[in-house]
């Protein structure tokens, strides 16, 4: 473990207490909104709790900005995004330190996730300018039927704190791409890299004012889905979230895209790598704290290699460091909150008392949780039925094939599956039987790429896929227009 000395650069007075409305930060009457170190719990500055004005004043403002953004040449807004991934790529470092600290990041995963979001500015850059739309042939003489990808409007980005840099920047780079103007309404827990940040970048790359507008604080989300000039609602966070968003946009027949949770499994066969599925298995579970949406939830693994998985899971597990990722250089940080290591420690006791059995970690020092091996894992646990999010492999042991696919696909979610086994046809045919959004043959459950689409079904989300092509999909609708020619011989 090595100690990391370097000074916190206190957060810009600008940011402090402000809400970003047409290009310029401004005070807000709203309460401030303490924002905290995740390890240490040391307030690191306040956001503002954006109000009813607030709210109303960026949509109205984003509804306006857009009709001009639009209209902007696509060279243009493809310039502008390029500059952004410069902009964002110069400021690694201050983003690294705030992500570290109000997101409670690793330095990897920080890093990680900006460099995965300069990705995204460089991939909207390009998708402002790739084809959008079709010729298709008439049925009438004379007529030219084109069919137009023109940008939904107004976009309310609603975001979680867990890769807060990376989770607005995959849905807002595309969508200014585009042509659309969004309102982010970042996590609570993280609104300074997750949305304020954000916009300094945003700003300085040449976005017009009013395209992008950042509302901080709870009250914003609601009022988003609420509003009548918003014209599409992207969310990412808890599936029960997702729930009460859907029902609230249903009768105002709002457009609305889901990105959930997940309780993902990885499936390891008898003939797997036992040590590449240990040390991937190890990776999805315990990265980030587990607290990610494609982590590994559930470990499913034939009996012929269970104990030698679990004993080398368990040994990848003891072997984690743990701490403040701001003061040294540790494998895990601190979870979001101590009530998240509480609900995760009482899934855990639950589950033993259930007859599960704790193999490895299973304490808690505050906010720091021990990366934490249970094996005799089955259905109606709480460990194997719901999303732990949190640094806790469970493992479930299965005597064939056909147990393992039934497990899996036993739950109301959809988003990741992994199948370890050297035999790539046995592999992938089970890979094949599995139904979940991605699925990953001989690597762990938490992969990520952003051309490649990105979502889950059932429970995990609904909507369109982000990522590459399908963020046209995603962030444009379908016109068709027609073009009669009165001479048309
Ligand atoms: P959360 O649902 O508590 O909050 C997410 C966001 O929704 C926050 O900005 C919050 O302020 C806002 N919000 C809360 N109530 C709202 C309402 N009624 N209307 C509108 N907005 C509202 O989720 P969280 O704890 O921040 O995030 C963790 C969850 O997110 C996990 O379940 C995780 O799996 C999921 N997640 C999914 C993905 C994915 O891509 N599928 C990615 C990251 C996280």
Redo the contacts with the bound molecule.
């Keep these: 473990m090595t100690i990391l000395s370097h000074a916190f650069a206190p957060l810009a007075e600008s940011l402090q207490r402000a809400v970003f409305i047409d290009g310029r930060f401004q005070p807000s009457d709203g309460a401030p909104l303490p924002v905290t170190d995740k390890a240490t719990g040391e307030v690191l500055g306040h956001a503002a709790i954006a109000t009813s004005v607030d709210i109303d004043r960026a949509v109205t403002g984003a509804a306006s900005a857009q009709r001009d953004w639009y209209r902007t040449p696509a060279t243009e807004r493809a310039a502008i995004l390029r500059r952004g991934g410069e902009i964002l790529t110069r400021e690694a470092a201050r983003f690294k330190d705030v992500l570290v600290r109000e997101g409670g990041a690793t330095g990897p995963k920080a890093e990680g996730e900006i460099a995965a979001s300069v990705i995204e500015f460089y991939q909207a850059a390009e998708l402002a300018t790739t084809p959008l739309g079709e010729v298709i042939p008439s049925g009438q003489r004379g007529r030219v039927n084109l069919v137009e990808r023109r940008p939904v409007g107004v976009v309310g980005l609603?975001?979680?704190?867990?890769?807060p840099v990376h989770?607005a920047m995959r849905v807002l780079a595309p969508a200014i791409a585009l042509g659309n103007a969004v309102v982010l309404?970042?996590?609570?827990?993280t609104p300074f890299t997750g949305g304020l940040m954000l916009a300094e970048v945003l700003a300085e790359a040449g976005v017009p004012g009013g395209v992008v507008q950042v509302l901080p604080g709870?009250p914003a989300?609601?009022a988003?889905?609420e509003h009548s000039q918003v014209d599409m609602i992207h969310?990412?966070?808890?599936?029960?979230?997702?729930r009460?968003?859907n029902v609230?946009a249903a009768p105002l027949l709002k457009r609305v895209a889901l990105?959930?949770?997940?309780n993902n499994a990885t499936i390891v066969l008898a003939d797997a790598d036992v040590d590449l599925a240990a040390r991937c298995g190890a990776a999805s579970s315990f990265g980030h704290q587990g607290q990610?949406?494609i982590a590994t939830g559930r470990h499913i693994v034939l009996a012929d290699v269970a104990e030698q998985y679990v004993a080398k899971l368990s040994e990848h597990a003891a072997a984690l460091t743990i701490g403040d990722p701001f003061v040294s250089d540790v494998d895990l940080g601190p979870m979001v909150s101590t009530r998240q290591v509480d609900k995760a420690l009482g899934m855990l006791h639950t589950s033993v008392a259930q007859g599960a059995r704790l193999v490895e970690g299973g304490t808690a020092d505050g906010v720091f949780l021990r990366p934490t091996v249970v094996d005799r894992v089955h259905p109606g646990m709480p460990l194997h039925d719901e999303?732990v999010?949190a640094p806790i492999a469970p493992v479930t042991v299965v005597d064939s094939v056909d147990d393992a696919v039934a497990i899996v696909n036993g739950t109301r979610f959809g988003?990741s599956t992994s199948v370890f086994g050297r035999d790539l046809d046995t592999a992938w045919t089970v890979a094949d039987r599995i139904r979940t959004g991605m699925v990953h043959v001989n690597d762990g459950t938490a992969l990520h790429e952003s051309q490649v689409p990105?979502?889950?079904t059932a429970a995990?989300?609904l909507g369109d896929d982000l990522g590459g092509r399908s963020n046209i999909d995603l962030l444009t609708e379908r016109r068709w227009t027609s073009l009669q020619r009165r001479s048309a011989s």
């Design positions: 609603i975001t979680a704190w867990n890769a989770i309404k970042p996590a609570p827990e709870g989300g609601p988003l889905v969310f990412t966070g808890s599936e029960e979230t997702g009460r968003i609230a990105e959930l949770g997940g990610v949406c999303e999010f988003l990105f979502g889950g995990s989300g």
